[in-house]
């Protein structure tokens, strides 16, 4: 198997009180096969036998889909491959000698905590401000009892895919949260049980996002290139007439 | 001590529905004075936080995850099961209890699985009321597909990723209690030991990841969602954070944990390709609707493969061993998981295997698509086949799948009765945590079931049961038992840190998990568990004098977090291979070498089931092992709960 020698320049920082820095580090015999947390791993596993403390960073799955992984890879988050999380990416992709700048999601909204590791957790906050409907358990109706057209239902689960991993607010110029309460609106929106509570989630969400510290979207839609989800911008269309109508509404009754 | 399961009086059907009008109830008014604590924030942990919330009770809820969201419930991506009978090809609520039981390997509790298919049905409507978007027919109607040991469709499905979907369900009814003021949230803080007050499980004692701070917190009962020890193996498809940890120090408290040798091999995973692999990557058990599992007849076909000489399309139809289509041809390429894992592992083991290692076996759709057209499967599995190419670097669409099975789900855990309390009482387990509703191996789309039925249905109610006879608030952080057992934990943490040896926490942890696949995996023999268990004290050993963890407790500190769930699966691993040791029977997940069936049984002569498969021992082991602790250098003791079959025969499995 062909083995990669790169050079990595990796963001550190203690903690979310100190100031950070770029720390160079090479990573020798890297497999091509391996994924890109794995050369992380390797690289750790000899930081931490040469006595220094090893490169902080989130993961969970490793399989694309808890969106808990979050670096920013020679400037793109979850690097310049499409529709893909940093787990999902592997080694054949580059080549020797490369270097490779690896950054945490960077956004007011993300403070770092550790190294590369950063607290989204602005997003539950945004969930919790009316991205739900609202069924208390067991008072549901048989689940044929709504029929939802095939298309609608689609519609609804190209939003769903959200994995809630934050790429698209560090692609933004703006660290606009867009993209997320979007996707997350017009999935319960697009439903028949989500039209109860529409306008109180869609200005309620939109409400926490500014609280939260998210930017403004100029539409530039670098969310929409970097999100492994490949989630489309025209979500954010669909929250704009949302939002007007919410408030148009909220303003009238 | 003995083992009471509790299950209620009268006709297996009316069971729940009895137990549920014979339970004391707690007022809307007292349920506010008390206090629980759940470990967890999966499908199981989350459903349960959200649902005794809006009950009126005041709930904490702890992960280690940075959001309740992330928990690994997320990566299931298959389906769940329910008896809904939407197809109207023959599904009801006893045929989803029965395919369960079979399923099993007739070693899980009959009450416990009647009420997980009866309870079933509600779990869709309450999901599809969050809007849930499960697959639909063009009439608007939900549609469904069949999974491993069934030959109905009652599986209900969201592309390739159920278990995101219903996570999100569950998270988003979380996230609006949270918001409400009912549940407090504890992300990135771990469970590092449970307290218990005159014998009753009180609270727990944690760690905040971020700041390093141990912490006490009281509550009146406490339930433990914390999901599987698949880990212990290293290589798993489990998250890299999966750990035994909570359950573990629930069981050195004084939790009996049931059944661990039932461990679920995934017959359908990605094969390792090398030794810095740090986890396995799962394909969905519905890809083996479509595809069809096969090895070449012959081992040389089999070694040009793995030398790159020919390539899977070079070889005829005619040399093609379609084996579980050969040796189950009923069920065919949807056998149960672990006899599709077995019989993978036979072909590589003659010498028949595919991929450079020789452990792999093709998942072919070339059929498929000449049949159904290539937009179709796209659409059936688009998202699982990208995932495919992204790992191995090959196009499904034109090459078959190379398939190997990996560590998936364990099938044991803590020791429960039919109310989901432990005999620990206060502690409660839901979900992988628990034991109790899949016997010796878990059919397909029944996780996501199991989960959302313990924290949705059955846990708001039989809580009550416990709590009924508490004085809320009795136990508060200022009892004793606290500081000691939060001192414990400060010592722990302490000793790991001061070890300051050479080698990390991930060459032990891989150390151990090669010896427990090796010893403890597919299939097992007395020789290989006496080993495993003399091998696992060395490890240990070495472990506590030579670990190195850079940095200090007091903030993020990844390594520590690691050593720590480490240092307990080393410990669990030991109980791992007693029972295995203990069970002189093959049964599900559980496949011991000396214990199958062979030309010599009239079993076989007479066709009823065919040489090398599993041979239960139902004289002797139709029992749920529960182990209780003990000091470390003496083996953990056996207590026994006699499975009694009223409403099924048990009988050899048959799949043919």
């Known amino acids: 198997m062909p083995l990669l020698n790169l050079t990595l320049k990796v963001w550190r920082q203690e903690n979310a009180n100190t100031e950070g820095r770029i720390e160079t580090y090479e990573a020798k015999e890297i497999p091509t096969s391996a994924s890109f947390l794995e050369m992380i791993d390797i690289v750790n596993e000899r930081i931490i036998k040469e006595g220094g403390e090893p490169i902080h960073f989130d993961h969970d799955c490793r399989e694309g889909i808890c969106g808990m992984c979050s670096m920013t890879i020679n400037g793109v988050p979850h690097s310049k491959e499409r529709g893909i999380t940093t787990c999902q990416l592997h080694m054949r992709k580059f080549s020797d000698g490369d270097t490779i700048w690896i950054e945490p999601f960077r956004a007011n909204a993300f403070p770092v905590v550790k190294d590369l590791v950063t607290d989204r957790s602005s997003f539950d906050r945004i969930i919790g401000a009316g991205g739900y409907i609202s069924v208390r358990t067991g008072s549901a109706p048989d689940a044929h009892a709504i029929q939802i057209p095939k298309p609608d239902a689609d519609a609804a689960f190209d939003a769903a895919a959200c994995i809630g991993c934050g790429a698209c607010v560090a692609a933004c110029k703006n660290a606009s949260a867009m993209l997320f309460v979007s996707a997350k609106a017009s999935h319960l929106n697009h439903l028949p049980q989500g039209q109860a509570e529409k306008d109180q989630r869609v200005l309620g969400m939109v409400k926490q996002m500014d609280q939260e510290g998210f930017g403004n979207c100029t539409n530039q839609f670098e969310c929409e290139a970097v999100c492994p989800k490949e989630i489309s911008a025209d979500h954010i269309a669909k929250l704009n007439r949302d939002y007007l109508t919410a408030s148009a509404r909220s303003s009238v009754s | ?656």
């Open chain 2, 1 to 656: 001590m003995n083992l009471d399961s509790k299950v209620p009086k009268g006709p297996l059907a009316d069971k729940w529905k009895s137990h549920k009008m014979d339970s004391k109830l707690i007022n809307p008014a007292n349920k506010r004075k008390f206090k629980i604590i759940v470990v967890g924030s999966g499908l199981a942990g989350g459903s349960a936080a959200a649902t005794l919330s809006e009950l009126g009770y005041q709930v904490d809820c702890f992960c280690y995850q940075d959001s309740p969201r992330r928990a690994h419930s997320i990566a299931a991506q298959g389906g769940i099961n329910a008896a809904k009978n939407y197809q109207n090809d023959g599904d009801s609520v006893h045929r989803l209890f029965y395919d369960t039981i079979k399923g099993g390997d007739f070693r899980s509790r009959e009450a416990n699985v009647h009420r997980l298919a009866e309870v079933s049905t509600e779990i869709i409507d309450q999901c599809v009321a969050q809007g849930v978007p499960f697959a639909r027919e063009y009439g608007g109607l939900l549609d469904n597909r069949s999974f491993g040991g069934a030959q109905v469709k009652r599986t209900f499905y969201a592309r390739g990723q159920t278990g995101q979907q219903l996570l999100i369900g569950c998270y988003q009814a979380l996230e609006k209690e949270i918001a409400k003021g009912g549940v407090t949230m504890h992300p990135r803080t771990e469970m590092l030991d449970l307290v218990v007050v005159d014998g009753q499980a009180k609270g727990i004692v944690v760690r905040n990841l971020v700041t390093g701070k141990v912490s006490s917190h009281a509550a009146d009962a406490v339930i433990l969602a914390t999901g599987g020890y698949g880990n212990v193996f290293y290589l798993s498809t489990n998250a890299m954070g999966c750990n035994v940890m909570a359950a573990f120090r629930a069981h050195k408290r004084g939790a009996y944990m049931a059944n661990p040798c039932y461990t679920q091999i995934h017959p359908t995973c990605i094969p390792v390709s090398g030794d810095y692999q740090s986890k396995l990557t799962l394909m969905s058990e519905s890809l083996r609707n479509d595809g069809r599992i096969w090895v070449p007849k012959s081992k040389e076909d089999a070694a040009a493969i793995r030398e790159g000489k020919k390539s899977a399309t070079d070889i005829p139809e005619d040399e093609r061993d379609y084996y579980l289509e050969r040796k189950y041809p009923s069920f065919g390429n949807l056998c149960p998981r672990d006899i599709a894992s077995r019989a993978a592992k036979e072909c590589c083991d003659e010498g028949r295997g595919v991929a450079s290692t020789g452990l792999g076996v093709f998942l072919d759709f070339a059929d498929a698509i000449a049949r159904d057209g290539e937009d179709a499967i796209r659409a059936r599995y688009g998202n699982l086949f990208q995932m495919y190419e992204k790992i191995s670097g090959d196009d499904p669409y034109t090459q078959p799948m190379q398939i190997y099975p990996a560590v998936h789900y364990t099938m044991g855990g803590l020791w429960v009765d039919y109310n989901l309390m432990s005999n620990l009482p206060g502690l409660h387990v839901l979900g992988e945590a628990n034991f109790s509703d899949h016997g010796a191996n878990r059919l397909g789309a029944s996780a996501l079931m199991q989960g959302l039925a313990d924290g949705y249905f059955v846990i708001p109610s039989t809580i009550a049961v416990y709590l009924a006879k508490q004085t809320p608030g009795s136990v508060t952080t200022d009892h004793p038992e606290f500081k000691k057992t939060e001192n414990t934990v400060k010592d722990r943490l302490k000793s790991l840190m001061e070890i300051k040896g050479n080698k990390s926490v991930d060459t032990f942890h891989r150390e151990l998990g090669l010896l427990i696949w090796d010893k403890c995996g597919m299939a097992r023999d007395k020789e290989g568990l006496q080993h495993a268990l003399k091998r696992i004290p060395e490890i240990r050993q070495e472990f506590w004098t030579n670990l190195r963890i850079p940095g200090s407790a007091n903030g993020l500190n990844v390594e520590l977090e690691k050593a720590g769930r480490v240092a307990d699966f080393i410990d669990f691993a030991e109980v791992l291979c007693h029972d295995a040791l203990n069970r002189e029977e093959s049964c599900g997940g559980h496949f011991r070498s000396e214990h199958q069936f062979t030309e010599a049984d009239t079993e076989v002569q007479d066709g009823t089931t065919q040489a090398g498969e599993a041979k239960r021992h139902d004289d002797q082991y139709q029992y749920v092992a529960a182990w209780e602790h003990t000091e470390p250098g003496t083996p953990p003791i056996l207590h026994k709960e006699e499975l009694i079959y009223e409403e099924v025969q048990p009988s050899i499995r048959s799949y043919k």
